[in-house]
């Protein structure tokens, strides 16, 4: 019986996508030259923004194919550099248009996998703190086999799944939150310093950036594992 075995499971977010949390199955520490051969199952990315005078909905939606581009390219870059390469380029779903490539059984799988991976991710994260030091066991079910055949990618050994989602901040946001900064932000700097001695300035961080969720799945191996619970 396939287990669909995560082997590796790793957040990233911000602007510099910085690696948080990484999880790794014992199996890929042991054997990494395994895995040499990767697909990748189409990604997904959601895309938001602040909806105003200075940006549209349609705007948001003219940045997500060039977001959707650049990702695509900085995973291959990073498997790539690890020593690894993919069977076919990388594609990130982010438009309707996207998905209407696919036949409705494959895009049916194609949602259900992916709300499984969601599902699985945030189970992760939750467990993290009873499961430090412990063996990373989780694994998909049998949709991702349907989707494997659906995609003609039965015979491939690890898969790639990644879900992302960003926020564009709109001209008019920004520009309120330089003010803001500018304003209330030296406003309360100069209080705390003339209460306590050490001014403390508030910094307004942008809400625009990137955040990805990247697993890959040993899509073959014969070999019992354990399912946890959130």
């Excluded at 990748?40 to 349609?58: I, R, W």
């Amino acid at each position: 019986m396939v287990t669909r075995q995560l082997l590796l499971v790793f957040a990233l977010a911000g602007v510099g996508c910085t690696p948080l949390l990484p999880r790794v199955h014992d199996s890929f520490r042991a054997h990494p030259l395994a895995y040499r051969e990767i697909a990748a199952l189409p990604a997904t990315l959601s895309l938001y923004g602040n909806l105003d005078a200075s940006q549209s909905d349609a705007d948001v939606k003219a940045l997500a194919r060039p977001v959707a581009t650049n990702l695509a390219a900085a995973v291959t870059r990073l498997v790539e550099a690890k020593g690894y390469h993919f069977t076919k380029p990388v594609e990130v779903l982010c438009l309707d248009d996207d998905w209407r490539r696919y036949d409705e059984n494959t895009g049916a799988l194609l949602r259900q996998v992916h709300e499984e991976f969601a599902a699985l991710s945030d189970t992760i994260w939750k467990n993290l703190p009873q499961e430090k030091g412990k063996p990373f066991h989780y694994q998909l079910g049998k949709p991702l086999d349907e989707l494997k055949a659906a995609l003609g990618i039965g015979d491939a050994k690890a898969l790639l799944l990644m879900q992302s989602a960003g926020f564009a901040e709109s001209h008019a946001a920004r520009n309120q939150r330089w003010v803001k900064q500018w304003t209330v932000g030296l406003l309360v700097g100069v209080g705390t310093g003339l209460a306590t001695g050490v001014s403390m300035v508030p910094v307004y961080h942008s809400p625009g950036q990137i955040q990805m969720v990247i697993a890959l799945v040993d899509a073959q191996t014969d070999r019992k594992s354990t399912r946890l619970n959130s």
